[in-house]
């Protein structure tokens, strides 16, 4: 089912592409985006919803990082871009594979 990111998402995307080249144009366009769970166990990744058919392909990582859940657990959080740099999805993984418990609490400072 489709939906707007929460404000925690777009606060950890526009973290983990801010000091990218493609970083403004994406975090202009977050509160704008729909986008469904994917079906990863309850791990928290996200996939851009867009109207119509869907043409776009993935073009690769713009960034991860590693984190650590509420249990302490191992986070590895990655923006992927589609073939056109726009953001495409953001991949979440547990080391344990189990659901998240909270996205991970970040503040930018420039």
């Known amino acids: 089912m489709k939906r707007r990111l929460t404000s925690a998402e777009i606060k950890l995307i526009s973290y983990l592409v801010y000091y990218t080249p493609e970083g403004a144009a994406i975090i202009a366009s977050l509160k704008d985006l729909f986008v469904e769970e994917m079906n990863d166990g309850g791990m928290g990744s996200l996939k851009v919803v867009v109207e119509g058919e869907d043409k776009r392909r993935t ?4 960034n991860d990082m590693e984190f650590h859940d509420a249990d302490d657990m191992l986070l590895v959080i990655t923006v992927i871009l589609d073939t056109d740099d726009n953001f495409y999805e953001l991949d979440i993984f547990k080391g344990d594979f189990s ?7 970040v503040s930018i400072n420039v």
Do not use: H, M
């Not at 073009?59 to 713009?62: A, D, F, H, N, Q």
């Not at 659901?99 to 609490?105: E, N, V």
């Open 59 to 62: 073009g690769g990582i713009l």
């Open 99 to 105: 659901p998240l418990i909270k996205i991970p609490d």
